[in-house]
């Protein structure tokens, strides 16, 4: 059955709604603001505020380590050797160099974000491009095609110190509307937008979803395996601080004293069976009969916490594909580069992964963008083409080696050689403008010369040097 606007409305923000409070949580994963877990109730208590949780934050080391390797450096056509200038215009004049890490960055978190196509109101030349956060927008798929149907912005302003007031936006195939949430609750267009009827045909929200599956277009968090451990690192960590607060400092113990023994330098009265470090317990009940004694317990040494917690790194290291040394540890002997780079071969695969997948996403971007620029569809966008750069580390020279090989065979031009070792596309096109003035530099010289050649004429043969005279034998008159 087809919904209304309203109804498509309102059944979007009820999934969002849903949806909501796990996108929360897996956000205060990544910034280390996580709930403390594996903890008894009565210990927290106990403890009240004077441990507080010790957050190794292996998440956020997860997510950043493939995001780093995710840098769009351009767009071309098939036909075209060069990127695109005039895409890459638009790219840079909506900021997208920040704004797509930052959706990246989002979409390995929050297991998606959005980026929405607009016309921008004072340049019909340069299409308005936004990446959005997963916790203001939600988009639903269509069953049987699996693009995207329906899909809503929602935000609060508060003007003037009055009450907040929520608005949304709705975005469907052929039109984009604007909404308001009235004092009653119930939402009502927007009197200061007209709805945009463009015709588009298809919805102009693109989501970058992480690690999306037939059964879940709407993608993975990156985090999914990674959590629980991360949960008992640091319950372990934790632990290691309280047994450091009453174990590995040695504890004395005073028999036969009693509270009014223990005073401060003003002679005030304080505990005797104070918890904190460095105090000592006591008891009035002495167990010889001669006197006070005081006896001392020896440290606890925190080792296996040290151990347990090496244990879970490389739990972490094996799920996430990060390399040892991301995770701090390493053996006793150095590891060699080579072996540095092979254990960087899962990490670097997975992030071509995500170069394969959103690159299809923001190449639908730029197509939608041309569209709204071009008010047509050109068939040549089918084919565009995202230019990443390169995923791996390699070392300079490897790369240069590489390169050097590869054009001096002839197997690669000179441009591919170039952005084969990592340059940018502006940097190339200016090695290019380079090469060229050079060349014509050259030409101009050879030109100069054979002109002063023909003015200074033909050069006369160089004169025959005469044979030495044979001398005659001796006695010859």
Not at 9 to 24: G, S, V
Not at 203 to 223: C, D, H, I, M, Y
Not at 385 to 400: H, M
């Amino acid at each position: 059955m087809e919904r209304t606007e309203l109804e498509w409305l309102k059944h979007l923000i009820d999934c969002h709604d849903r949806e909501k409070p796990d996108l929360r949580l897996l956000d205060l994963y990544y910034e280390g603001e996580q709930p403390l877990s594996y903890m008894a109730p009565e210990l927290q208590a106990e403890m009240d505020e004077r441990v507080r949780q010790v957050v190794v934050n292996w998440p956020q080391l997860v997510a950043d380590s493939i995001e780093e390797r995710l840098d769009v450096e351009g767009f071309r056509f098939p036909e075209e050797a060069e990127a695109d200038e005039d895409l890459w215009r638009i790219w840079q004049a909506n900021r997208l160099d920040a704004a797509s890490h930052q959706g990246h960055l989002d979409a390995l978190v929050m297991r998606r974000s959005y980026v929405i196509v607009g016309a921008r109101e004072n340049d019909a030349e340069t299409p308005l491009i936004t990446v959005e956060s997963a916790l203001d927008v939600f988009a639903e798929h269509d069953p049987r095609t699996g693009a995207v149907a329906a899909a809503v912005k929602r935000w609060c302003e508060e003007p003037g110190g009055e009450s907040p007031v929520d608005y949304a936006t709705l975005y469907l195939p052929d039109s984009t509307s604007w909404w308001v949430r009235d004092r009653s609750g119930s939402w009502i267009s927007d009197p200061e937008h007209e709805m945009d009827e463009h015709n588009l045909g298809e919805v102009p929200v693109v989501v970058l979803a992480n690690r999306p599956r037939l059964k879940r277009p709407g993608g993975v968090s990156e985090f999914k395996a990674v959590i629980p451990i991360s949960d008992a690192c640091c319950k372990i960590a934790t632990d290691m601080m309280v047994s450091a607060e009453y174990h590995a400092t040695p504890r004395r113990v005073a028999f036969g004293f009693g509270d009014q023994d223990f005073v401060d330098e003003q002679g005030r009265r304080v505990s005797a069976f104070s918890r904190i470090i460095g105090r000592m317990w006591a008891t009035s009940r002495n167990r010889k009969e001669d006197g006070a004694d005081v006896v001392q317990f020896p440290e606890a040494s925190l080792s296996n916490f040290h151990d347990t917690i090496n244990q879970l790194a490389r739990l972490v290291a094996s799920l996430a594909g990060l390399p040892p040394h991301f995770l701090g540890y390493a053996t006793e002997n150095p590891a060699s580069a080579d072996a540095i780079r092979s254990s960087e071969s899962r990490l670097v695969k997975r992030a071509e992964r995500k170069q394969r997948e959103w690159g299809e996403a923001w190449e639908r971007v730029m197509r939608l963008a041309l569209r709204f620029r071009d008010g047509a569809f050109d068939p040549r966008v089918l084919a565009l083409e995202t230019i990443w750069r390169d995923a791996s580390t390699p070392t300079v020279a490897q790369k240069a080696d590489a390169a050097v090989k590869l054009h001096t065979a002839k197997i690669v031009p000179l441009r591919q050689t170039r952005e084969d070792m990592g340059y940018t596309q502006a940097q190339i096109a200016r090695m290019e403008a380079a090469d060229e003035e050079a060349a014509e530099d050259a030409m101009k010289r050879i030109l100069a010369g054979d002109l002063a050649a023909l003015e200074a004429g033909p050069k006369p043969p160089p004169e025959e040097e005469a044979d030495d005279p044979v001398p005659e034998p001796a006695g010859v008159s």
